[in-house]
């Protein structure tokens, strides 16, 4: 049966037995090509799906057009390609060129280029074509029908990732160990954004599709991740790895095959080259602008003085960047940075038990510890820590995990989360704004029974800035093309409350960070942070 959601063609492609006509029909079509342009079965079939596609996507554009009277024409034309196909290379290349002519008449439709009275008037035609006795007119349609045809589409080589079904993109995170709740919550966004789109026709009749490899959130286990997914999965594209250590060397591997790599969940500079990275593009804030906007809420807003901040980092490059982004905002206020006190832990584990010893160590007494940190870590820290110093401000920045975080305190009990600040680059996934809501209905309708979470509102935000470039790029898709539209991309206005750009010299969509923080009851409240 023929699909409603207008997805390709070879989905309705089913095996039929070669009727008589078949056989007739290809001679007809050869006889009234020949003295035109003489050429193999397959040439003239080619010439024909440039004329049918465009038909037939029209119709599945439009709902009222009777489902049977598509699929009619489209068992019949499978029957066609089969029979002047010498190979399955040769059936794959004509069936790929009869997709992308039913995707450039359901955009004629969709973009009002054409109308449903038309698409009606054509089908009609073309079946008064199929049906006559001597099915000439296959070959010399009606001017309704002779109204679309076009050039045949020139053939390109294969592309990875791609087939007239699908378009394949990967995501190597950690599904497993202290930090899996990331891997997990942006996988959920991802799918849920993909999902949506699928349920809508997917990207010029192909589906999206998001393949998951495990690295744990180590970047010894991520090199392997990146190559299951390049090697043997076949993608065509990076979306939402998840960490820095990771991306240090996830990224030189997606550069050295010119393999897209978008949305990840870092704010590293790393992945935020001046000029940028031509394959690199960040939907989020940086940890620079997360750490500066939090570091003048303490000092504008909360009256600190610098000396009374401390930062409590991960011992690694996701740390690092952090530091380096504290150490910056003191500059741009005047204060001394090489003062700031640094208190470490190692990646994966909950082993603060240093870091504590040496915030008991301090002799200017710290009010406020700017958190670069997994969930599990943090609230590890805020545990043997908040007893001993009761008016203790804890920040976190957005890759922390804020759900997973509010849960591990609430377990401890409300004294321990309440007050906790975490800086965002979504807006609140209590608040109502259009962007919200849509990520909120999707993922109920998809993935029901899972909680809204600042993560997998991300990998939603940020698989949607993916889709939309790949909608504009169009049906000859390939990696360069795409490049090439992100970085037209300017003012998308996804209902965030921010517009989203991109350029060549600008691969960072977003520069706004929000500001959030628990409550009594562990639940996120919006606060200003100037």
């Not at 670069?372 to 820290?381: D, E, L, P, Q």
């Not at 029974?449 to 940020?462: K, M, Q």
Request: proline share 5%.
């Amino acid at each position: 049966m023929l699909p409603d959601d207008g997805s390709n063609m070879t989905t309705v492609s089913r095996s039929v037995r070669h009727p008589p006509w078949i056989a007739l029909l290809i001679s007809i079509l050869f006889a009234g090509a020949a003295a035109a342009a003489p050429g193999s079965n397959a040439e003239v079939v080619r010439d024909l799906a440039s004329r049918v596609g465009p038909i037939v996507g029209s119709a599945l554009a439009c709902r009222d057009i009777a489902r049977p009277r598509i699929q009619a024409i489209v068992d019949k034309f499978a029957a066609v390609i089969r029979e002047a196909s010498s190979s399955e290379a040769e059936r794959a290349n004509l069936t790929q060129i009869l997709d992308r002519s039913v995707a450039e008449g359901r955009n004629a439709v969709t973009s009002g280029q054409s109308d449903c009275k038309l698409a009606d008037r054509q089908l009609a035609d073309l079946e008064r074509s199929i049906a006559a006795p001597s099915l000439a007119a296959a070959l010399g349609p009606s001017s309704a029908v002779a109204a679309t045809s076009t050039a045949p589409v020139p053939t390109s080589p294969p592309q990875r990732g791609i087939t007239d079904r699908e378009i394949r993109f990967g995501i190597a995170a950690a599904f497993s160990g202290a930090s899996k709740e990331l891997g997990r919550q942006m996988k959920l966004g991802i799918d849920a954004a993909f999902n949506r789109t699928n349920d809508a026709g997917g990207i010029e009749g192909r589906m999206l599709r998001l393949i998951a490899a495990d690295d744990g959130y180590e970047p010894t286990r991520t090199i392997e991740a990146m190559k299951q997914l390049y090697e043997k999965d076949q993608v065509f594209g990076i979306i939402g790895n998840v960490g820095t250590p990771p991306a240090a060397v996830a990224i030189p591997y997606a550069l050295e095959r010119r393999m897209l790599f978008f949305g990840a969940f870092t704010g590293a500079g790393l992945l935020r080259n001046d000029p940028p990275d031509r394959y690199v593009f960040n939907y989020r804030a940086s940890y620079v602008q997360e750490t500066d906007a939090v570091v003048r809420y303490l000092v504008k807003l909360r009256r600190l003085r610098p000396a009374q901040i401390a930062v409590f980092a991960q011992q690694d490059s996701y740390g690092d960047a952090g530091f380096v982004g504290v150490a910056k905002a003191f500059r741009a206020l005047g204060a001394n940075d090489s003062t700031i006190v640094r208190l470490n832990y190692k990646r994966n584990t909950v082993d603060v038990d240093d870091a504590v010893n040496q915030l008991k160590a301090q002799k200017t007494p710290i009010k406020a510890v700017v958190m670069v940190a997994s969930y599990r870590a943090a609230a590890k820290f805020i545990e043997k820590t908040r007893d001993l110093y009761p008016q203790m401000i804890y920040t976190n920045v957005s890759f922390v995990g804020s759900t997973a975080l509010a849960d591990e305190l609430l377990l401890l009990g409300t004294r321990y989360a309440a007050g906790v600040v975490v800086t965002q680059v979504v807006p609140a996934v209590s608040g109502y704004s259009s962007a919200v809501l849509e990520y909120k209905n999707a993922l109920a309708k998809y993935f029901p029974g899972e909680s809204p979470d600042y993560v997998s509102l991300e990998g939603y935000v940020a698989a949607n800035i993916l889709i939309q470039a790949l909608k504009r790029t169009g049906p000859q898709l390939d990696t360069e093309k795409l490049i090439d539209t992100l970085e037209t991309m300017r003012n998308l206005d996804l209902g965030l409350g921010t517009s989203l750009s991109f350029g060549r010299a600008e691969h960072q969509a977003s520069q706004k960070v929000w500001g959030t923080a628990l409550d009594e009851n562990g639940k996120y409240q919006p606060i200003e942070l100037e």
